[in-house]
């Protein structure tokens, strides 16, 4: 069975080392980074026995949409910097395995390509710009493209600082440019951000999507209960607990750690879904049983994208979701809806009332 970690050493052998620390870096020291996967890895599931739970469900209901698995892949830059075939590649992997892929803004492929690759109506994710023209023209262009969700990202006012880059003077490869946005520099996604990226955001944000689209607002970067309710206060129609994969606030906490918390004051009134170190099928679960209606893979995606393509694609989130198969037998788990805080050992209790 091909594992995220076989995907990651496949893709250290193919891949430029400047392109490579883009992807696996982080902020700072990269304290976020590592807590996510250290969170992930220090769970424990608590199995309950003779069940006869021997054929689980994983199937969810997210936004009015069946899922075959409550995976999806998380919005990633670039993605014809790893195969040329770019988010065109990725999507129709994603689709082999029944998950839909939340495209960045500064996708490599035009929006229509990539939905045309799949059967699964693709979600945009959306960074607003200081010219508000440049975001409400890829908002339309997605939209006339089919795709059903906005995703914004609310955790980059500026882009984290992230050292490696900064060490290697990055710069996007040759030929490699966001497909849906008016032309400009963007080799360097440090400078670029600083000049483009509004930094002064706040919940009006919201407001403003709403006078210019109908689709549903997820807010992607949510790590703490009092956002969660100020989201649903403004509108939106989900959460997205993430912290950028640590590549913004290096102190940011694991989002496994605030998931209970956020999930207890959402209290059902929206999807919530986490990223950030998932690996496993196992980590799927142990997510799930905190509250998390679905969550989305980033890294891993990129490592198989590099290594063999689309097929990777496919294969790493094909094998994720029958590892989510195999844990929920194991532990006795008929459905996600029965997979509750009870079955991991050693999480905190959520810790903010509101
Ligand atoms: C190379 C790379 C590019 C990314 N680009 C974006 C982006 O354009 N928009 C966004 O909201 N998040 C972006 N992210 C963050 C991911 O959406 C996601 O939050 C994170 O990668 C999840 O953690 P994981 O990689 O540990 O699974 C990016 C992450 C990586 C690694
Ligand atoms: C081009 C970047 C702004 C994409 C991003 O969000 C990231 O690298 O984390």
Redo the contacts with the bound molecule.
């Keep these: 069975m091909p594992t995220a970690l076989a995907y990651q050493a496949a893709a250290h052998e193919v891949m430029d080392r400047h392109l490579w620390d ?2 696996e870096g982080g902020a700072g020291d990269e304290r976020a980074v590592l807590a ?1 996967v250290h969170a992930f890895d220090a769970v424990r599931l608590r199995p309950r026995v003779l069940t006869g739970c021997g054929e689980p469900s994983t199937k969810t209901r997210i936004l009015g949409r069946h899922w075959r698995t409550p995976i999806a892949v ?4 670039y993605h014809t910097a790893f195969d040329d075939g770019g988010e065109v590649s990725t999507a129709s992997g994603a689709d082999r395995a029944g998950c839909p892929l939340v495209v ?3 996708a490599g492929r035009r929006f229509a390509d990539i939905a045309a690759a799949t059967t699964i109506a693709p979600w945009l ?1 959306l960074y607003c710009f200081k010219d508000r023209s440049v975001t409400r023209h890829v908002i339309e262009t997605a939209e006339a493209a089919g795709f059903e969700v906005l995703v914004l ?1 609310v955790d980059t006012p500026r882009l984290g600082r992230r050292l490696r880059d900064e060490r290697n003077g990055f710069r996007l490869p040759d030929g490699v440019l966001p497909a849906n946005l008016p032309p400009g520099d963007f080799s360097s996604p440090s400078e670029h951000s600083r000049t483009a990226f509004d930094p002064g955001l706040d919940w009006t944000v919201l407001d403003w999507l709403r006078s210019i689209t109908a689709l549903p607002v997820l807010v ?1 970067g949510v790590l703490a209960a009092e956002d969660a309710e100020l989201a649903i206060k403004a509108g939106a129609a989900g959460v997205i607990v ?1 912290n ?2 640590g ?1 913004q606030l290096d102190r940011a906490p694991a989002t496994l750690d605030v998931l209970a918390e956020i999930a207890a004051a959402v209290d059902g009134r929206c999807p919530v879904l986490l ?4 690996r496993r099928g196992s980590d799927v679960l142990a997510a799930a049983a905190l509250g998390a209606d679905a969550v ?4 891993p995606v ?1 490592h198989a994208l590099a290594a063999e393509g689309s097929e990777g694609v496919a294969r790493l989130l094909v094998a994720v979701a029958e590892e989510l198969a195999d844990t929920m037998v194991l532990t006795g788990t008929a459905s996600l809806s029965d997979a509750r805080p009870e079955l991991v050992i050693g999480r905190r209790q959520p810790t903010v009332e509101l």
């Design positions: 883009f992807v996510n998380a919005p990633m830059a960045s803004t500064f994710q990202t992607k993430s950028h994969g590549r990223d950030g170190g998932v989305l893979i980033g890294r990129l």
